[in-house]
């Protein structure tokens, strides 16, 4: 649990600049792309969002559910209160799902679980495998282990596994932990919990390789 308090510290302090950060949500606008009408067919009436943070995903993923309760479930305090979403938000962590069983359509977890450390990963997909209703989707994306996000690692605990700095709007640069993964590893975790995959792919953001997966329930 101590790299989850190390991530929720470091938004804490990143909260304070975010808002005027680079963030524009072109990953959530060009996952859309990929899986938008496969998501739309789903209907979903509630919409839980691990680890929605404050940018521009949240704004396009809430715009394009329109019609469904979204609800927001941040780890961090900080971006929470930066959000500015009018939306039900929950000041929660995926390995503490504050949620009734079976009472979600889908479950939506943008560039989060690469936070998670590897011995936490199955208590988090577990828990979202509970919160979802039969039938209902998880869809995820996390850092690759190539490109920038690669030689961006600093002070390294494994070979995809360590640090990734901030500094964009302050004063001093702020560690994020980051446990990058190989390609077919997300969907072998989210299967690993017993959910069935249906859509896979990357997206490349720059050079971010940004693995993603549908999975059913």
């Given at each position: 649990m101590e790299r989850l308090r190390e991530v929720r510290d470091a938004y804490d302090v990143i909260s304070r600049a975010y808002s005027t950060a680079r963030e524009t949500g072109?990953?959530?606008?060009?996952?859309?792309?990929e899986v938008g009408e496969f998501l739309r067919s789903a209907k979903p009436r509630v919409i839980l969002d691990i680890g929605a943070g404050s940018g521009g995903n949240l704004r396009v993923m809430?715009?394009?559910?329109?019609?469904?309760?979204?609800?927001?479930?941040?780890?961090?305090?900080?971006?929470?209160?930066?959000?500015?979403?009018d939306i039900p938000w929950i000041n929660c962590s995926g390995t503490h799902l504050p949620i009734r069983r079976n009472s979600v359509d889908v479950v939506l977890s943008l560039a989060v679980l690469h936070h998670i450390p590897?011995?936490?990963?199955?208590?988090?997909?577990s828990n979202v495998y509970d919160a979802l209703r039969i039938g209902g989707l998880f869809m995820a994306?996390?850092?690759?282990?190539?490109?920038?996000?690669?030689?961006?690692?600093?002070?390294?605990?494994?070979d995809c596994?360590?640090?990734?700095?901030?500094s964009?709007?302050?004063?001093?640069?702020?560690?994020?932990?980051?446990?990058?993964y190989r390609e077919g590893e997300l969907g072998s975790e989210v299967t690993k919990a017993g959910f069935r995959v249906v859509r896979s792919g990357v997206?490349?953001?720059?050079?971010?390789?940004n693995y993603y997966v549908v999975a059913v329930k």
């Open positions: 072109v990953l959530a606008q060009r996952l859309l792309g809430r715009s394009f559910f329109a019609g469904s309760l979204y609800i927001g479930c941040e780890l961090s305090l900080g971006m929470i209160m930066g959000s500015g979403e590897g011995d936490l990963i199955l208590n988090v997909l994306t996390t850092w690759g282990c190539v490109g920038d996000a690669l030689e961006r690692l600093v002070d390294r605990v494994g596994e360590g640090y990734v700095s901030w964009y709007g302050l004063g001093d640069r702020v560690l994020r932990y980051y446990r990058l997206i490349w953001v720059g050079r971010y390789a």
